[in-house]
Every structure is written in C-alpha cells, then in structure tokens.
C-alpha cells in the first residue's frame, strides 16, 4: 500500500495543502536561489571577487555551494530521499558530497601548479 507524500519542506517549518502547493513553493525556493545565483554572476561584487579563500574567490565558492544546495534539495524533495532510511540517504547523499571536495582540492591544487608555472616560467633542470 502507497503511503502519502509529506505535505511540507524545510523540515516541517512550510506546510502545505496539497502536492500542487508544494511543487510550487519548491519550485520558488529554487527560483529564488537561482536568482541569487544569476545576480552575483551578473554584477560580480568586488568584495566577493577579489576575497580569496583556500586558493579560490569567495565568489566562485558560493557559486559551489548554492549549487550543492540546489542539488541536494532536488534530491531531498523530487528524489523523495526523505522518506527512504537513513542509511541509503547518506550512502546517496555523502558520496557525491565527499567527491566533490576531492575534485575541488584536486583542481585548486593543479590549478595553482599550472598558474605558477606560467607566473614563475618552467625549469627543467637547474643545475
């Protein structure tokens, strides 16, 4: 027997009538974080750009994140992640996690190798 959606996002704190309702306010959620999104890309903050942190602009790391944050809510929600157990919720959620910081680190740090080498020139042997 199918047991019936929950009605609210957010952990309970938006409830809603109906699925249709609840589409909608999802579908305004992701709206709302893409615009945020679309807005930074579009006027770029110098505080924002010219911050870096770990080796990248702060600007680029909340483009990660909010997009992360996007991700993982369609899944939450449209995947119905919320009402599976909690040990195929991490083992789906956790792994792409952990694998995009290790793709991050690998490119910050080959990133920086290729910048200094264009910066600095490249040596072969220095005898």
């Known amino acids: 027997m199918a047991h019936g959606h929950k009605l609210e996002i957010f952990r309970g704190l938006v409830k809603f009538k109906s699925n249709t309702q609840k589409i909608w306010g999802v579908l305004a959620f992701l709206t709302f974080v893409t615009a945020i999104e679309v807005v930074l890309g579009i006027y770029k903050p110098a505080g924002l750009v010219e911050t870096h942190v770990l080796g990248m602009k702060l600007l680029n790391w909340i483009f990660i994140i909010l997009t992360l944050v996007k991700a993982y809510y369609i899944a939450w929600d449209f ?16 792994t792409p996690v952990f694998l995009v910081i290790y793709l991050s680190f690998i490119l910050l740090v080959e990133g920086d190798y290729i910048y200094n080498v264009y910066k600095d020139g490249f040596v072969t042997w220095n005898f």
């Open 79 to 94: 995947m119905h992640l919320r009402d599976e157990k909690s040990s195929l919720r991490r083992a789906i959620v956790w």
